[in-house]
């Protein structure tokens, strides 16, 4: 079943507030764009719309191929998202600059021990 954005970010809300009880929750992110940063906000959502208590995310990583640039989607560095209630000042951040399809594939194969 597909599930419209507002109907995916409850989703989102329900599946952090879950997750994030009594332990930390991570970020990755492959790629950039808009698409990439829309899950990343259910912490600000929770905190300042819905005026709930949540935790930052436990870390953030992003593999992106995309320029740095202040301001934009995609080349945005993950000290910007600190601006905007996305990520803790004392969040660890991380940002693998190279192309996705050879860097995600590789650290999947790491995790899993393969």
């Given at each position: 079943m597909m599930k419209s954005g507002l109907h995916y970010m409850e989703s989102l809300i329900r599946w952090y507030k879950e997750e994030s009880?009594?332990?930390k929750v991570g970020f990755f992110q492959i790629g950039g764009g808009i698409a990439?940063?829309?899950p990343i906000?259910?912490?600000?959502?929770?905190i300042q719309d819905l005026k709930q208590k949540a935790p930052f995310?436990?870390?953030f990583c992003q593999?992106?191929?995309s320029t740095t640039s202040y301001g934009s989607y995609s080349g945005a560095v993950p000290n910007e998202k600190i601006t905007w209630g996305k990520l803790d000042r004392n969040t660890p951040r991380f940002v693998?600059?190279?192309d996705a399809t050879i860097v995600a594939p590789l650290m999947f194969a790491y995790v899993l021990g393969w």
């Amino acid at each position: 079943m597909m599930k419209s954005g507002l109907h995916y970010m409850e989703s989102l809300i329900r599946w952090y507030k879950e997750e994030s009880k009594g332990r930390k929750v991570g970020f990755f992110q492959i790629g950039g764009g808009i698409a990439g940063d829309f899950p990343i906000c259910v912490v600000p959502l929770i905190i300042q719309d819905l005026k709930q208590k949540a935790p930052f995310w436990g870390y953030f990583c992003q593999i992106s191929d995309s320029t740095t640039s202040y301001g934009s989607y995609s080349g945005a560095v993950p000290n910007e998202k600190i601006t905007w209630g996305k990520l803790d000042r004392n969040t660890p951040r991380f940002v693998i600059e190279s192309d996705a399809t050879i860097v995600a594939p590789l650290m999947f194969a790491y995790v899993l021990g393969w």
